[in-house]
Structures are given as structure tokens and as C-alpha cells.
């Protein structure tokens, strides 16, 4: 990674577009995987097939404890933040040597995942990640965030 006074700026990772509504989790740890040899390569179905083999995980990773089971799995570190400000605080903390898995609330029982890579702009409020939705690169506002805690967190 770089550190410029203009952010932290991480490689983008692999675009993975999710095949199924509830594959967010995986495909965006398919793309982790292959932009970081210190993870096995995995692929989203493989991911399914493991983690979720009855489909049972409907909006995804509704259950924190899959990934609880995950970072232990490939060795990550696994928080949950609350609010915007300590979603900052690790990202400033962990982008320097890793990608960030960020899952965001979107509606009661649902979450997305997106794979952060960079954390820019002035006052370093700009968030870039991958979105697997549709595999696209994208950027918000780290306020635009706000309405989307809490936050599950992975990091290598």
C-alpha cells in the first residue's frame, strides 16, 4: 500500500460480481483472496458451499457468527464497529497493511459486503471499495455510511 498525505491507497482488488442475491460475503472474499497471497485463494462458490452448504443464509450473512467462523478460518482479525467514527479509526488503522471486508446494514435483516481498498480525499473521508452487487469499483462519503451501522470488519 501507499500512505500519501492524499490517503491510503491499496491495490484494487479482483472485480467479483456475486451470482445470488445472499453471495455478497463470498464473492467479495473470492476477490480478497486473490488480491492478498497472505489468504488462500478461494471462490465464491466454494465459499457457499462451505459456509452456507443448506442456503440457508438468506440476506446473506445475516449471522456475525459466520464470519466469526471465517476470520478464524483464514487467520483475520474480526470487529464490529457502531459508528462512523470508529469505522475511521480501523480504517485508518488496518488499510496501511490489509484490505478491509466492511459488511453494511442495509435493511433490518439485511446485510451487503463490500471489499474497501483506499481511504482519500480531504480529511480522509472518501471510502473506494469493490461492490460485488454488480462487481464494480465505487467510492461514498464516509457519512453515507452513518446510515448504514453497525459494521462488521475483517482484516488481515
Request: net charge neutral.
Amino acid at each position: 500500500s501507499t500512505m500519501t498525505s492524499s490517503g491510503i491507497h491499496r491495490k484494487p482488488p479482483p472485480r467479483v460480481r456475486q451470482t445470488s442475491v445472499n453471495s455478497c460475503w463470498a464473492a467479495a472474499l473470492e476477490s480478497w483472496s486473490r488480491a492478498d497471497s497472505r489468504i488462500p485463494t478461494v471462490t465464491e462458490a466454494q465459499m457457499l458451499h462451505d459456509f452456507n452448504p443448506d442456503g440457508k443464509l438468506e440476506g446473506g450473512i445475516n449471522g456475525d457468527t459466520v464470519l466469526d467462523v471465517i476470520s478464524q478460518k483464514f487467520g483475520l482479525q474480526f470487529r464490529i464497529c457502531t459508528a462512523v467514527d470508529q469505522l475511521q479509526k480501523h480504517l485508518l488503522d488496518h488499510l496501511p497493511h490489509s484490505h478491509i471486508f466492511c459488511t453494511i446494514r442495509l435493511a433490518e435483516n439485511l446485510s451487503h459486503a463490500l471489499l474497501i481498498y483506499r481511504l482519500s480525499g480531504p480529511n480522509l473521508t472518501t471510502v473506494s471499495f469493490m461492490n460485488p452487487s454488480k462487481g464494480f469499483y465505487t467510492y461514498e462519503a464516509l457519512k453515507d455510511f452513518g446510515d448504514h451501522a453497525p459494521f462488521a470488519l475483517m482484516w488481515k
